[in-house]
């Protein structure tokens, strides 16, 4: 079907002569309005309109009827309204009348000089900074682009199309939702568990719920999606970017899509493209129900989300909001030559977060996910660049300092990645307090070491015992470190063990793209094999490394799909991939995806038990006040104290710790001193089988119960034990874990074990 053409009807109201030019627009009046709150805000009568610019001379409100069902329409009806007051760097107005649901944008004026950071263009309709729902996305052509395409001055010419047609457009939302009893389950940070998803990639495969819903927020809240997230443990989940974001265009040019969302247009607005109901302000409802449904079922809602740019690009990137709206106060720019922009994320620009509007947009747009949409905490993409003052990032700085004195955003969890790509900004362990960071240095520890390229001991058991050298200097405890072995970016655990080399060719980018250093090993064959012996290393490689993220010290962070064996193909880049490369199939299973998936739910459960992986103090290697035990012991294998060249001699690839369950010394809830139980964690990175002398308990001879062995490929039934001196055989790349406890009371069955005394 050919595409309708849109014929703009546009009509203007200005200040003068008010009330006959108030006659002529079909009964909208303009009245002067307030400066505060920014955005569109409708109070039941009326709406009142207010957009920052310092640098604009004349701001005018495009209100929107008759789009049509794609909102790209076909006679669409423009009004242009001029906004009639300028208070403090701010252009307002109320429209009486205007509802919830009024599709609207602005045209800015002001110059448009490149060289000088200006790119005012008023033949652009520009979203507003504010908006809490777009209603449509970008289409591509060259209208969107602010200079003339293709000519010889590149952006130094102004391009005079309408853009209307094409461009995302803002809508008025009102807040009313039946929250019902929601209230936030307000996990404690080290009983916390979390789990990084995509909200498509988590259910587009699933068959238990309808095809149309599949993929939406709709069908996070499922039953399905909810029952399974329940039975897996997991007590958080973290949402890749739900904020509205924008395709790029050489990506759309290639068939592709930025699938997973970190190319922000909207800090308010959620991203429609998850919207079960494609109607006007779906997609702001069904967010929220999402949300109240994984609250009533335990689980917290954190966002990943991207202040750290957006999806506007460099000077040769469109025009679609903030640099028509005032370039020089949202973007950092070059100070020897404004035409361009700082960019320390890669993406082609940075916020200016030095600018206190800037500051604002961001402060205001965390306090309404908190507020409104009721969010329980934030991942900041590329954090270092938020801390970035003028070009060193500064832990001490304005982002940092509002944060923290915040009463609403310094109550929730609050995540940091903390490195961009400028010079120096590699920042692990180097945020304040209350921040928890993505901790890199675990992650690239542990994948070495499994891996067998030289990791040493030392830094795998500063990493075990919650990277005490990287946190406590700054005040924080063990929870600052959020432990991982895969995210997003990157190989999926499988992958990790099955190929050696990334092999990113269906990004059409010529396999250019995507990390090079990956620390990962194919176990013996470059992607899938029938090698039995190749397949039996690689299952016992995912269950190590699963093994040692649940049993660190530290926040615990799962990638979805690791726990069933998902594979990417060796694709360690899938940003741009929508289809079943990325889909994550959960639901119907192999026998050995299964069997890695009870054996996930097993960690969980145990990790969620065991109090001495849940302790909220570093481990320092003391003998108790309490125990008189010390908290933590590092064996060599056979039994005795490791010795310091061994530390760091690459070719020492086997450990034992004992964790003291009664020399916890911290107080619990009930204001009882926590006792818990002793775990012995047996880990062998090696090439040939080795021995382990189990230690003996100063407090009598005990049995040890083992809870799993890496090596077995199903979970065992947790009935074999023993005692303190047994010589105990590791096969090569497996771990083992063993309970020195009271009592034992998982789902499948309960002992009962002498405690060591606490006296």
Same mark, same amino acid.
């Given at each position: 079907m050919a595409q309708t053409e849109?014929?703009?009807?546009?009509?203007?109201?200005?200040?003068?002569?008010? #009330? #006959?030019?108030? &006659?002529?627009?079909?009964?909208f009046r303009v009245l002067p309005g307030n400066p505060a709150p920014l955005g569109a805000t409708w109070d039941g009568m009326g709406v009142n309109f207010a957009l920052f610019s310092e640098d604009a001379t004349k701001v005018e409100l495009c209100l929107f009827s008759n789009p049509g069902g794609d909102y790209r329409g076909y006679d669409h009806k423009e009004t242009r309204?001029?906004?009639? #007051?300028?208070?403090?760097?701010?252009?307002?107005?109320?429209?009486?009348?205007?509802?919830?649901?009024?599709?609207?944008?602005?045209?800015?004026?002001g110059p448009y000089r490149p060289q000088e950071g200006l790119r005012f263009n008023p033949h652009k309709v520009l979203?507003?900074?504010?908006?809490?729902?777009?209603?449509?996305?970008?289409?591509?052509?060259?209208?969107?682009?602010?200079?003339? =395409?293709?000519?010889?001055?590149?952006? =130094?010419?102004?391009?005079?199309?309408?853009? /209307?047609?094409?461009?995302?457009?803002?809508?008025?939302?009102?807040?009313?939702?039946?929250?019902? *009893?929601?209230?936030?389950?307000?996990?404690?940070?080290?009983?916390?568990?979390?789990?990084?998803?995509?909200?498509?990639?988590?259910?587009?495969?699933?068959?238990?719920?309808?095809e149309g819903m599949r993929g939406t927020y709709a069908a996070m809240a499922s039953e399905?999606?909810?029952?399974?997230?329940?039975?897996?443990?997991?007590?958080?989940?973290?949402?890749?970017?739900?904020?509205?974001?924008?395709?790029?265009?050489?990506?759309?040019?290639?068939?592709?899509?930025?699938f997973w969302g970190y190319?922000?247009?909207?800090?308010?607005?959620?991203?429609?493209?998850?919207?079960?109901?494609?109607g006007p302000l779906s997609e702001v409802y069904e967010f929220k129900s999402m949300v109240r449904a994984l609250h009533a079922a335990g689980m917290e809602v954190i966002l990943d989300v991207v202040y750290n740019h957006t999806a506007e690009g460099n000077h040769m990137g469109p025009t679609l909001s903030f640099k028509g709206i005032d370039n020089r106060a949202y973007y950092r720019l070059t100070a020897e030559n404004p035409r361009y922009y700082f960019d320390f994320t890669g993406c082609g620009n940075t916020l200016n977060v030095r600018n206190p509007r800037v500051l604002q947009l961001i402060m205001d747009s965390l306090r309404y996910w908190i507020t409104e949409m009721h969010?329980?905490?934030?991942?900041?993409?590329?954090? /270092?660049?938020?801390?970035?003052?003028?070009?060193?990032?500064?832990?001490?700085?304005?982002?940092?300092?509002?944060?923290? &004195?915040?009463?609403?955003?310094?109550?929730?969890?609050?995540?940091?990645?903390?490195?961009?790509?400028?010079?120096?900004?590699?920042?692990?362990?180097?945020?304040?307090?209350?921040?928890?960071?993505?901790?890199?240095?675990?992650?690239? +520890?542990?994948?070495?070491?499994?891996?067998? &390229?030289?990791?040493?001991?030392?830094?795998?058991?500063?990493?075990?015992?919650?990277?005490?050298?990287?946190?406590?200097?700054?005040?924080?405890?063990?929870?600052?470190?959020?432990?991982?072995?895969?995210?997003h970016d990157g190989f999926t655990l499988n992958d990790l063990v099955s190929y050696n080399s990334k092999h990113n060719e269906a990004n059409l980018e010529g396999n250019n793209d995507g990390a090079n250093d990956n620390h990962s090993w194919n176990c013996g064959a470059e992607g899938p094999t029938d090698d039995a012996r190749i397949k039996a290393l690689r299952g016992r490689q995912r269950r190590n490394m699963l093994a040692t993220l649940f049993f660190s010290l530290g926040v615990p962070m799962i990638t979805c799909g690791d726990e069933v064996c998902a594979s990417q193909d060796g694709n360690n880049n899938s940003y741009? !991939?929508?289809? #079943? =490369?990325?889909?994550? &199939?959960?639901?119907?299973?192999?026998?050995?995806?299964?069997?890695?998936?009870?054996? *996930?739910?097993?960690?969980?459960?145990?990790?969620?038990t065991e109090n001495v992986l849940q302790r909220r103090r570093f481990f320092h290697g003391d003998r108790s006040r309490f125990s008189g035990l010390k908290d933590i012991l590092w064996k060599h294998p056979d039994g005795r104290a490791m010795e310091d060249r061994?530390?760091?001699?690459?070719?020492?690839?086997?450990?034992?710790?004992?964790?003291?369950?009664?020399?916890?010394?911290?107080?619990?809830?009930?204001?009882?001193?926590?006792?818990?139980? *002793?775990?012995?964690? =047996?880990?062998?990175?090696?090439?040939?089988?080795?021995?382990?002398?189990?230690?003996?308990?100063?407090?009598? !001879?005990?049995?040890?119960?083992?809870?799993?062995?890496?090596?077995?490929?199903?979970?065992?039934?947790?009935?074999?034990?023993?005692?303190?001196?047994?010589?105990?055989?590791?096969?090569?790349?497996?771990?083992?874990?063993?309970?020195?406890?009271?009592?034992?009371?998982? +789902?499948?069955?309960?002992?009962?074990?002498?405690?060591?005394?606490?006296?």
């Amino acid at each position: 079907m050919a595409q309708t053409e849109i014929v703009a009807e546009v009509q203007i109201i200005d200040e003068g002569d008010h #009330e #006959e030019i108030l &006659q002529m627009v079909n009964g909208f009046r303009v009245l002067p309005g307030n400066p505060a709150p920014l955005g569109a805000t409708w109070d039941g009568m009326g709406v009142n309109f207010a957009l920052f610019s310092e640098d604009a001379t004349k701001v005018e409100l495009c209100l929107f009827s008759n789009p049509g069902g794609d909102y790209r329409g076909y006679d669409h009806k423009e009004t242009r309204i001029v906004l009639p #007051e300028y208070t403090d760097h701010v252009w307002h107005g109320y429209v009486p009348g205007v509802r919830p649901g009024q599709i609207y944008g602005y045209r800015v004026y002001g110059p448009y000089r490149p060289q000088e950071g200006l790119r005012f263009n008023p033949h652009k309709v520009l979203v507003d900074p504010y908006a809490k729902s777009i209603v449509r996305t970008t289409a591509w052509d060259s209208s969107m682009f602010g200079y003339e =395409l293709n000519h010889p001055d590149k952006d =130094l010419i102004m391009d005079t199309q309408d853009n /209307s047609k094409n461009t995302p457009l803002s809508a008025v939302i009102e807040n009313a939702f039946s929250w019902g *009893t929601d209230h936030p389950p307000r996990t404690p940070w080290h009983k916390t568990v979390i789990y990084e998803t995509h909200v498509k990639a988590m259910s587009q495969l699933c068959p238990e719920i309808p095809e149309g819903m599949r993929g939406t927020y709709a069908a996070m809240a499922s039953e399905p999606v909810i029952r399974y997230l329940k039975k897996l443990g997991v007590t958080a989940v973290e949402l890749m970017p739900v904020h509205h974001h924008v395709n790029e265009g050489h990506l759309v040019d290639k068939g592709l899509v930025n699938f997973w969302g970190y190319n922000t247009l909207s800090f308010f607005a959620p991203d429609n493209r998850f919207a079960w109901d494609k109607g006007p302000l779906s997609e702001v409802y069904e967010f929220k129900s999402m949300v109240r449904a994984l609250h009533a079922a335990g689980m917290e809602v954190i966002l990943d989300v991207v202040y750290n740019h957006t999806a506007e690009g460099n000077h040769m990137g469109p025009t679609l909001s903030f640099k028509g709206i005032d370039n020089r106060a949202y973007y950092r720019l070059t100070a020897e030559n404004p035409r361009y922009y700082f960019d320390f994320t890669g993406c082609g620009n940075t916020l200016n977060v030095r600018n206190p509007r800037v500051l604002q947009l961001i402060m205001d747009s965390l306090r309404y996910w908190i507020t409104e949409m009721h969010v329980d905490g934030f991942r900041f993409d590329l954090a /270092s660049a938020l801390a970035r003052t003028f070009y060193d990032v500064d832990r001490l700085g304005a982002f940092f300092d509002i944060i923290h &004195q915040d009463p609403v955003i310094s109550q929730v969890k609050l995540i940091a990645e903390p490195w961009d790509l400028g010079a120096g900004g590699y920042q692990v362990g180097n945020f304040p307090v209350l921040w928890t960071e993505w901790n890199g240095r675990y992650r690239d +520890s542990m994948r070495k070491f499994w891996a067998g &390229q030289g990791e040493p001991l030392s830094q795998v058991a500063s990493r075990l015992s919650g990277s005490r050298d990287l946190y406590e200097h700054t005040g924080r405890r063990p929870h600052a470190s959020i432990n991982f072995i895969t995210c997003h970016d990157g190989f999926t655990l499988n992958d990790l063990v099955s190929y050696n080399s990334k092999h990113n060719e269906a990004n059409l980018e010529g396999n250019n793209d995507g990390a090079n250093d990956n620390h990962s090993w194919n176990c013996g064959a470059e992607g899938p094999t029938d090698d039995a012996r190749i397949k039996a290393l690689r299952g016992r490689q995912r269950r190590n490394m699963l093994a040692t993220l649940f049993f660190s010290l530290g926040v615990p962070m799962i990638t979805c799909g690791d726990e069933v064996c998902a594979s990417q193909d060796g694709n360690n880049n899938s940003y741009c !991939q929508d289809n #079943e =490369l990325t889909w994550r &199939q959960l639901w119907e299973l192999t026998p050995e995806q299964e069997n890695l998936l009870k054996f *996930t739910r097993k960690l969980i459960e145990i990790r969620k038990t065991e109090n001495v992986l849940q302790r909220r103090r570093f481990f320092h290697g003391d003998r108790s006040r309490f125990s008189g035990l010390k908290d933590i012991l590092w064996k060599h294998p056979d039994g005795r104290a490791m010795e310091d060249r061994e530390w760091d001699d690459p070719n020492c690839r086997s450990l034992l710790l004992v964790m003291e369950g009664s020399s916890i010394d911290e107080m619990g809830e009930d204001g009882r001193r926590v006792i818990g139980n *002793t775990l012995c964690i =047996l880990i062998n990175a090696d090439y040939k089988d080795v021995a382990f002398e189990l230690p003996k308990h100063p407090k009598g !001879q005990k049995p040890y119960l083992m809870l799993f062995n890496t090596a077995d490929e199903e979970i065992p039934q947790m009935d074999k034990f023993y005692r303190g001196g047994d010589r105990v055989t590791l096969m090569d790349h497996s771990m083992m874990v063993l309970a020195l406890k009271a009592s034992i009371n998982y +789902s499948n069955r309960k002992f009962s074990i002498a405690m060591p005394s606490s006296t």
